[in-house]
C-alpha cells in the first residue's frame, strides 16, 4: 500500500483526498500539509486524516507526495523537499499537478534520480468527474505511473501522454470546462431574452449539457455523428449552426 501525502489540501488537494477517500484508499495511507490551519482542522474532522506540520515530516512519512500549490509555490515546496532528505538518499515519488510546471524543474532541484510525475486535472475531478493526464518524468517507472493513475482515478478519468503533449492537454482539457460553461453561460442568457424564467433557463441548458455529454460518452457515435442526427437539413437546428459557424 502507498502512503500518500497531499501538500496543499485546497481545492485540488480537498478533491483528490475526499476522491481517493472513496475510493478505499485506507486512511491510515494519507496524510496532509495544509498551512491553513483552519481548513487542515476541517479535513481531519471529515476524513480522520492527520494534518502535518511541515513537508520534511511528509517527506518521511510518505511514499508518495502529491504536490498541489500554486504554480508560484513549488519551487520553495521542491526546496523544502530537497533539505528532509537524508544525504545520499532520494525523496518519495512526486507527483506535481501545477499547471505550466516541468518535471525537469523538479528534477533540477531535487537529488539525481528522483522520480517524478506530472499531472494535469480538471476541475470536475471536485464532483469525481475529472480527466487527467499524466506524464513521467526521466526517472519515473511504470510503477510510479500506476500509482498516480490510481490518485486520479478516483476523482476521475485518467490518460498517460509524452510531457511535451501537457500544454495541448491543458488547452483542451485543464482549461476545457471554462469552454463548456460560456457556452451555458451563453445558453441561459438567450433563454432568459427569449422570455424564459432564469429557474427554467437555467434547468433547460444544465440538463441538454449534461444529456449531450453523456450521450457523446455513453453512445459510441463521434461528436459529428451525434451533431449531424440532431441537424436535419433546412431546420432550426441548422440554421444555429449556421449562425454559430458565422
Known amino acids: 500500500m502507498t502512503t500518500l501525502a497531499i501538500i496543499g489540501a485546497g481545492k485540488l488537494g480537498g478533491a483528490v483526498l475526499a476522491g481517493v477517500a472513496r475510493s478505499g484508499w485506507p486512511?491510515?495511507?494519507?496524510?496532509i500539509v495544509e498551512a491553513d490551519p483552519t481548513r487542515g482542522a476541517q479535513l481531519a474532522q471529515e476524513y480522520g486524516v492527520p494534518v502535518l506540520s511541515d513537508i520534511a515530516t511528509a517527506v518521511t512519512l510518505a511514499d508518495a507526495l502529491l504536490i498541489a500549490v500554486k504554480p508560484a509555490d513549488t519551487a520553495a515546496v521542491a526546496d523544502e523537499v530537497r533539505a528532509a532528505v537524508t544525504p545520499g538518499s532520494l525523496p518519495p515519488l512526486v507527483i506535481s499537478a501545477a499547471a505550466g510546471i516541468a518535471t525537469a524543474a523538479y528534477e533540477a532541484r531535487l537529488p539525481t534520480g528522483s522520480a517524478v510525475v506530472?499531472?494535469?486535472?480538471?476541475?470536475?475531478?471536485?464532483?469525481?468527474?475529472?480527466?487527467?493526464a499524466?506524464?513521467?518524468?526521466?526517472?519515473?517507472?511504470?510503477?510510479?505511473?500506476?500509482?498516480a493513475r490510481r490518485i486520479?482515478?478516483?476523482v476521475g478519468q485518467v490518460i498517460e501522454v509524452p510531457e511535451d503533449q501537457q500544454d495541448a492537454v491543458t488547452a483542451i482539457s485543464g482549461s476545457g470546462p471554462a469552454?463548456?460553461?460560456?457556452?451555458?453561460e451563453a445558453l441561459i442568457a438567450a433563454a432568459i431574452d427569449l422570455g424564459?424564467?432564469?429557474?427554467h433557463a437555467r434547468t433547460l441548458v444544465v440538463q441538454t449539457v449534461v444529456g449531450a455529454g453523456v450521450m457523446l460518452r455513453d453512445s459510441g457515435d463521434d461528436a459529428a455523428t451525434l451533431r449531424a442526427a440532431v441537424t436535419s437539413p433546412g431546420g432550426t437546428?441548422?440554421?444555429?449552426?449556421?449562425?454559430?459557424?458565422?
Not at 499524466?134 to 500509482?147: L, Q, W, Y
Open 237 to 246: 437546428t441548422a440554421a444555429a449552426l449556421a449562425a454559430f459557424e458565422a
Open 27 to 31: 486512511l491510515t495511507e494519507l496524510c
Open 134 to 147: 499524466v506524464s513521467p518524468g526521466a526517472h519515473a517507472t511504470r510503477a510510479h505511473i500506476d500509482i
Open 152 to 154: 486520479f482515478g478516483a
Open 179 to 184: 469552454y463548456v460553461f460560456l457556452a451555458a
Open 196 to 199: 424564459l424564467s432564469p429557474e
Open 118 to 132: 506530472r499531472v494535469m486535472p480538471n476541475t470536475p475531478a471536485f464532483v469525481g468527474e475529472g480527466m487527467s
